[in-house]
């Protein structure tokens, strides 16, 4: 709870109309896009502009009150869950695109802008932002940043932290300190740019952000590739790659969701088959029909059944669509649906996804697997119901197993969601305890007193999905 | 001095012929490639392995003496010089190429890998390793990755921060610590990986590197364009961007640059110009040739006196050699060269140019310009001579002034060379104090009794080079 006092001083920093500390104000904030995580704030802010934001920090430092920023609220790690109370911060007043420098080929931006918004901004000027996260409709770009958010042409483009070049950053001491800029190059000191990409808000809250961006591809062709043989769909992506073509998409998508996908999207995917690969390549129309001529070869070489080329830009952007909407699709089958983002070395994709169908058998699942097979990255994603709390623990189980194979195949815990709440408990998988105790001394450096985005990244017990209360 | 029972303890982990501390041995590691610095170690060690460094680190980290990891001391921000006495660390021993991985575009190597051998490595494996810096033939990675290098293909394809994907690093404390791996993506914590590449060694010392790799282009053509007006040969720099095409290269080279070059390497550069761009761009025949003759109409556009295409390999690659060798050129000429390297958005290239010419005249100097200028990076270099006091103190403030300028325009004071001990005084000029606060806050918290590198990126004090003893 704010004491009144803070609450009067927090009314006279942003106005009145822009705090609300209602029961229901309060109840919006309080979950995210994760299933199964819930806590109640004890106040929403929305603050006008990075002045506001400093005296916001500044107050919540010496009074010791959590800060979740949060954008659209659409990560899949419970990261802007208000776990340990406090404010949620608000960017619904700081969405404003403040340029488009085609000299320079940048983007400046206000956290709040919509991802897709800006996207469109910039396409409209021939140029093109690469990191396309699935929920970019409605994430905005500083939930992005915070997320390092990937999406489905980072095969070929990266992600979103290979476009960050320069940040406004308030820190938790309420300190604004500006890094990088419209610069190709800068090595003045610590890369602090990157270290906040991804830092899931726990290191100060972001501002304002330069983003840099590329010429627009000249064009684009997409193709779907069908299988009777998971393995096999797999074996084509590391061939692919390894026969020196990188593509800007190449999707995995299994029978189990490319079924319910077909139910809910009605685009005429194929359902009979086991699994389907969806490439896309951009670039010089010639460059482009070659290498989807050559990547056609290598799939049925590596026993596709057949290969369907989209023959129009509609066609194209069903199945991209389809691709997109999978996890809204996959919603729809099942109250509650827990999608999570393994990683792999892309040479492992074909031996982690066969495992993720032998712990889905052994734990009785329901699990779909789709995802950025190209990056290695893919989406286990289990149908179940929170109220059958018995389903639930075997999930859990079921995830711990999956995380553990991934990091036997010098993998990762997480590739594009973040660790948030979810994956805390598993992080040291990954990283070892000394690699969280290098990780942990940097996150008190820079924030002492804990205030921004607490309880996330570091777990504070072995506390897993299954135990929390909602 | 290292006292008798620590030397034997040193003796004891690297074995008696790993440990130098003979005047004369510690005299070779007491500077590196950066004029006017100079300061004995107290010893030289060579470790074996990662098990070898992380025992000397503990014990150094015990005892309170500096330790500064150096490649070949290539560097011109006298980051490896020991300012503070302590251990040079060397990796003569570790300088194995461990795996060139070609389903996942990977190689991973050990820090004392000259960058060259290893790019010819997986280039005979049809594999491009894009940074190359301009000691890439003596460098090594180890280096290059503290640094966080550049080099002459850095405007299409970025740093060696974009392509490394995973170290291995002893931290001050000694605990051994794995970030990434062979993975497109990982967002399992903050992102330590990049936090170390230009960290300058004061974070812990990097005892392997995987790196990312990408398909080696099918073709390349180099052009040389021919200026008599420096403010159109930076004027066609953004102009070339701005209409959306992104060369592999776009050096620019002043006609003082020029005429030095041309006397060192005789390859019959013109010197009767008064600016050349050295433009290459890679990929498809077909969009290289496209691109090469867009770039030629657009250069002469903006009044280049005239545009010559290398004709064969030997030409192209006698005009990137002479790029390369300018450093070395202009080093015959005067026995002090002070290489800078202030950055700008490349759209204020052009006013960068005319500023340092400006400044140059106000205090005197000889000062030749060239560099990636693509990249808004500019090396203006001052042939000088330390033993003319008076000159010195001007080239000091006439530094001051350009890092200055740089700033004014969006800029940064140090694109690809790193702060060192040289720019250690100006940092502030980029970061503020609160920017400086907040890097100082991660290095106390990840190298409590600063024995990594110390001295090398903050001042102690506002010492500049001028006042510097040799």
């Known amino acids: 709870m704010l004491s009144q006092e803070i609450k009067l001083k927090l009314i006279q920093i942003v106005g009145p109309e822009n705090f609300d500390d209602t029961k229901v104000g309060r109840l919006v904030y309080s979950y995210d896009a994760t299933p199964m995580f819930q806590s109640l704030p004890d106040g929403v802010i929305a603050p006008r502009n990075t002045g506001e934001v400093s005296y916001i920090v500044k107050l919540c430092n010496e009074r010791r009150i959590p800060i979740v920023p949060r954008g659209s609220g659409t990560n899949l790690c419970a990261g802007t869950c208000p776990t340990e109370g406090g404010l949620v911060l608000l960017f619904k007043h700081m969405n404003a695109i403040l340029e488009i420098d085609e000299e320079n080929l940048t983007v400046t931006v206000q956290p709040g802008v919509i991802t897709l918004d800006m996207i469109h901004a910039v396409e409209s000027k021939g140029l093109f932002y690469p990191p396309d996260p699935s929920s970019m409709k409605i994430s905005t770009l500083g939930g992005n940043i915070n997320e390092n958010s990937g999406g489905l042409r980072g095969l070929k483009y990266g992600v979103t932290r290979d476009y960050v070049i320069g940040l406004e950053i308030v820190l938790a001491n309420g300190e604004i300190i500006r890094t990088g800029g419209k610069l190709a190059k800068d090595v003045a000191g610590y890369d602090l740019t990157r270290l906040m990409v991804g830092s899931e808000g726990t290191l100060g809250i972001i501002t304002e952000a330069t983003l840099k961006l590329i010429p627009t591809p000249e064009s684009k062709m997409t193709m779907l590739v069908h299988y009777q043989d998971i393995e096999a769909a797999a074996k084509s992506v590391s061939t692919i790659i390894a026969n020196k073509i990188i593509p800007t998409t190449l999707e995995f998508l299994d029978q189990p969701t490319l079924k319910l996908v077909e139910e809910y999207s009605q685009i005429g995917l194929p359902t009979d088959v086991k699994a389907v690969l969806l490439i896309e390549q951009d670039g010089p129309i010639k460059v482009v029909k070659q290498d989807i001529e050559k990547m056609s070869r290598l799939c049925v070489q590596e ?168």
Chains 1, 2 share one sequence.
């Open 303 to 470: 026993r596709a059944v057949s290969v369907k080329i989209a023959t129009s830009e509609e066609e194209a952007d069903g199945l991209r669509t389809a691709r997109r909407t999978a996890l809204s699709a996959l919603a729809r089958f099942k109250p509650t649906i827990i999608l999570e983002d393994a990683t792999v070395p892309r040479s492992e994709v074909a031996k982690m996804v066969i495992a993720i169908n032998e712990i889905a058998e052994k734990y009785q699942l329901n699990i779909c697997t789709f995802g950025h097979a190209g990056d290695g990255n893919l989406h286990p994603t289990c149908l179940t119901d929170v109220r059958n709390h018995e389903e639930i623990e075997q999930v859990e189980k079921a995830f711990e197993e999956i995380f553990m194979k991934a990091i036997e195949l010098g993998g990762t815990i997480t590739g594009e969601h973040g660790v948030g709440t979810v994956k805390a408990p598993y992080l040291e998988l990954k990283l070892g305890q000394a690699g969280i105790a290098a990780m942990k001394a940097i996150k008190d450096s820079l924030d002492p007193n804990n205030i921004m985005n607490p309880g996330k990244m570091f777990a504070k017990d072995s506390r897993k999905r299954v135990v929390v209360t909602t």
